[in-house]
């Protein structure tokens, strides 16, 4: 009894504490959106060698492309993923955006799970020097560029309205109080005061965002509900990752993929990406809050880099070092046999290797990871009867390795099985590759939610 007292001042000083550093005592926080960043680079003109096409409907996003590897320029009538190239080139539009300079940048993100309390996670990963953000606002979205009136939060960081973000580095803002409904709309306000392009230091970015974005004209307009367009963008900036509070039951699948994963192709502005689409089965069903973080990044190989590090490299940074996360779901591997056409490197073997490399970092960290089986692609521009070989011999060791703790099948989801090796019609986007909202919807619909400790739903078909 006369240790009692003791006990419970000490309860107190570590509470206080945890409040004094801006939480609260025992917050669980998990990632309720992320992205892959990259670094901004060079895109093609609209419509020429190196843009990709738009799906129907859609102009050509040409802000959203990526440029070959080092030494490796795509072949004529190619892009770098491996897809067609568009239409002819129309009257030319405004560069794509890379730079800013005294602007304010409007983010437009979904999320997965909601909260009633946040935090944002900003990058300067590719940076070679500081990145100053004069202020910072979040909002949930209204219509447009506008947002729903008292839903602003002015961000901090430490206390300060502004923050330098180190070259390399993140910096996770104060949390603030905010009601966030899941799958949603986020606005995210960036001013960045300073001249990007004179600094000389590389843009932190996610290329092929398939979301549109707005970015000021001169000024600091961080949280205002007028909001001053200059002009729009098809990639996200700086911004990383949304962070809830959430239940400590609450956990992130993180989705590491290449375009297909990223949504390429999709409807634009409308999320359905597969990801988005599991999200908002995971928020329909019942059982533990799951948030859904997309790692993908069009272009992207498992072995070399193309359109961002390989998955080797940034493994540790765009899976391992997610807020929150409990399961990953692989589906990589396509652009390495797409590019290699007919040459035998890598060999279904290598990209086998490479998976049990990610199976062995993911169960270092406690992880379940699933294996997702690669789509068909029978009809792309980089299709070869060689290619193929890999992609089948890749699948079937997913499908029966027993290697991954469990195997989500999107091929046999999409495919023909009139002609297996080709999507199913409706299923693909008109480029063979790449699926169509009805494709990436049955990609979402074919994961099994009691991997995740979750009761399965019937998934609308829309």
Do not use: C
């Amino acid at each position: 009894m006369k240790r009692l007292p003791t006990i419970v001042v000490v309860f107190a000083i570590s509470s206080v504490v945890g409040l004094a550093q801006g939480g609260r005592a025992a917050e669980h926080w998990v990632g309720a959106w992320s992205t892959a960043v990259v670094v901004a680079t060079p895109v093609a003109a609209p419509g020429g060698r190196g843009a990709l096409p738009a799906a129907p409907g859609q102009p050509p996003p040409t802000a959203q492309s990526q440029p070959p590897a080092a030494g490796a320029p795509a072949p004529a009538g190619q892009t770098p993923q491996g897809a067609p190239v568009g239409p002819p080139p129309g009257p030319p539009g405004p560069p794509p955006v890379r730079n800013f300079n005294n602007q304010t940048l409007r983010l437009i993100v979904h999320t997965s799970i909601g909260g009633d309390r946040l935090r944002v996670v900003l990058s300067n990963a590719f940076g070679t020097a500081p990145l100053v953000v004069g202020a910072a606002n979040v909002a949930l979205r209204d219509k447009d560029s506008a947002i729903v009136s008292r839903s602003s939060r002015p961000l901090k960081f430490s206390g300060s309205a502004s923050t330098s973000v180190a070259s390399g580095a993140i910096i996770i803002s104060d949390p603030v109080d905010l009601a966030l409904p899941p799958t949603s709309d986020l606005v995210v306000d960036l001013y960045v005061p300073g001249d990007t392009a004179a600094s000389g230091s590389a843009v932190t970015m996610h290329t092929g965002a398939n979301q549109t974005s707005y970015v000021s004209s001169t000024g600091n307009y961080a949280g205002a509900e007028t909001f001053p367009v200059a002009t729009t963008t098809g990639s996200w900036f700086v911004l990383a990752r949304i962070e809830v509070a959430a239940p400590p039951a609450a956990g992130a699948i993180v989705a590491l993929g290449d375009s297909i994963t990223d949504g390429t192709r999709s409807t634009l502005n409308t999320n359905h990406r597969w990801p988005d689409l599991l999200a908002k089965r995971l928020a329909e069903a019942n059982g533990p809050r799951m948030a859904v973080l997309n790692a993908g990044i069009a272009g992207n190989r498992v072995l070399l880099d193309n359109a961002g590090p390989n998955a080797l490299a940034r493994f540790d940074r765009d899976v391992l070092s997610q807020t929150g996360v409990t399961h990953v779901i692989v589906m990589e591997g396509i652009n390495d046999i797409g590019q290699a056409r007919a040459n035998p490197l890598p060999s279904a073997a290598d990209l086998i290797g490479a998976h049990r490399q990610l199976i062995l970092r993911a169960h270092a960290r406690g992880l379940k990871i699933y294996g997702a089986t690669l789509t068909p692609f029978e009809g792309a521009a980089y299709f070869t009867s060689e290619g193929e070989a890999k992609r089948a011999a890749l699948n079937e060791w997913i499908r029966t390795g027993r290697e991954y703790d469990g195997v989500i099948d999107f091929d046999a989801a999409v495919r023909d099985p009139n002609q297996p090796t080709k999507f199913l019609a409706q299923y693909q986007s008109g480029d063979n590759l790449h699926p169509s909202d009805a494709g990436y919807q049955a990609m979402a619909n074919a994961v099994d939610l009691s991997l995740f400790g979750v009761k399965n739903t019937v998934a609308a078909t829309r």
